[in-house]
């Protein structure tokens, strides 16, 4: 009996939701010039407005893998869209500063639900040997969506302005969350189409994991060798990044001098080039795990990936025209988008039936880079007005990231 292929339409379906909420996530900072133009907020206060999603998103990202293992990914990502989706559109009613910041926390919080399902769902429905261009491909999708969401964006903003742009951006959930409860399901024996031949491929002719097996699973694995450098590593390298979602267009307006629509399609470049890395990083993490290990494809990965983003990022910051300083700068996100792919399939390597747990504990140490990198670098930048000395901050932790990523290895972490 030839396999059926449903598990591909599942793959693509959470690419393209991830797409629709990096667009959630990413508008505000083509709207953050004029947020702070109308409010008079300065610069750290626009850095704890990013950041605050990013501390509310690193707060619920376990707690929301666990529920997923718990319960399954089909109810949790419909209600997350619902509401991460209401609160995009609540950001147009926010009236000061401490209303943005109750709506962002909001947003984050439940925006955190995405990522551990999805990856609590391709522990069940991805063959090992595809997950790392799997996660690649999923996590392209939030690059896709981070590459079109600026020039989007500025569009909607000169001609209805900030507030609209959010309701308009809100809208999008409705369908997704829709069509998410429709076509997934907890279990791929559970969906009609899989038909068993799929179901022996995938591996998933097992009984699911219990409810217990979330929370044991994670204090069995949280002290181990591989998983400790794996939070670090998800720490270091997401310092830098954060930069690109949030303080990029900024940055190149205030210190480089574009307008707002030149900003906004150089600010799209570093999620276009991550589109195509997160697929080439899956692509050849897979390739070379078969030829190899995939404990060393995903170390190698990782380790020439965060060395070239941190080289790539100082020649922008030093280089003299603006044009080419933005793309060797997107080239730098290109570079570390490389690895993200092996990192998501190390975190369902390390957690085993707890894959949603621990990529969760995973992706909240990435989001603990995330909420403290836009604060910190918008209390550098109001102390010394120096934006090398921003970024600078970002290339050490990525060397130092690059480095821990020689000692992520699954097969230390112990087993059931």
């Not at 926010?94 to 399902?117: D, H, K, Q, T, Y």
């Not at 076509?183 to 189409?193: G, L, T």
């Not at 795990?289 to 020649?315: D, K, S």
Request: glycine letters at 10%; hydrophobic letters at 55%.
């Amino acid at each position: 009996m030839k396999p059926s292929r449903v598990h591909y339409s599942v793959v693509a379906l959470a690419v393209l939701i991830d797409m629709m909420s990096y667009m959630d996530r990413v508008c505000i900072s083509v709207a953050a010039p004029k947020i702070r133009e109308e409010f008079g907020f300065s610069p750290s206060q626009v850095g704890l407005i990013f950041s605050i999603f990013s501390l509310s998103y690193f707060l619920f990202q376990t707690f929301w893998g666990a529920m997923a293992d718990r319960f399954g990914a089909r109810g949790i990502v419909s209600l997350a869209i619902l509401w991460w989706s209401a609160f995009t559109g609540f950001t147009a009613l926010a009236w000061n500063f401490v209303s943005l910041l109750v709506i962002r926390f909001c947003f984050g919080a439940v925006e955190a639900a995405l990522s551990p399902a999805i990856a609590s769902a391709f522990s069940r429905w991805v063959p090992v040997t595809e997950r790392s261009t799997a996660f690649g491909a999923f996590l392209g999708g939030g690059r896709t969506g981070g590459a079109v969401t600026p020039a989007i964006a500025a569009f909607l903003l000169l001609r209805y302005g900030w507030r609209a742009m959010f309701v308009v951006f809100a809208g999008l959930g409705l369908f997704w969350a829709a069509l998410w409860w429709f076509w997934y399901r907890n279990s791929p024996s559970e969906h009609r189409f899989v038909n068993e031949a799929e179901l022996e491929r995938i591996g998933a002719l097992v009984v699911p994991a219990p409810a217990s097996a979330g929370r044991a699973a994670t204090a069995k694995f949280v002290w181990s060798k591989p998983l400790v450098n794996l939070l670090a590593v998800a720490f270091g390298s997401t310092f830098l990044w954060q930069f690109f979602i949030t303080w990029f267009p900024t940055y190149l307006m205030e210190n480089r001098g574009f307008t707002l629509t030149q900003a906004a399609g150089y600010a799209g470049l570093p999620f276009l080039f991550g589109v195509g890395a997160n697929w080439m990083g899956g692509l050849a993490t897979d390739a070379l795990g078969r030829r190899f290990t995939p404990g060393a494809a995903r170390a190698a990965m990782g380790f020439f990936g965060l060395t070239f983003a941190a080289a790539f990022m100082t020649a922008g910051m030093l280089w003299p025209e603006r044009g080419t300083a933005a793309v060797l700068m997107a080239l730098c996100a290109f570079s570390a988008d490389l690895y993200l792919g092996a990192a998501w399939a190390s975190a369902v390597a390390i957690g085993g039936k707890a894959g949603g747990t621990v990529a969760g504990l995973m992706n909240s140490s990435s989001n603990a880079a995330a909420f403290a990198s836009p604060l910190l670098m918008g209390w550098v930048l109001q102390t010394y007005h120096n934006w090398n000395a921003v970024l600078g901050l970002g290339v050490a932790t990525t060397l130092i990231a690059a480095v821990l990523w020689l000692n992520v290895n699954p097969r230390e972490a112990p087993r059931e």
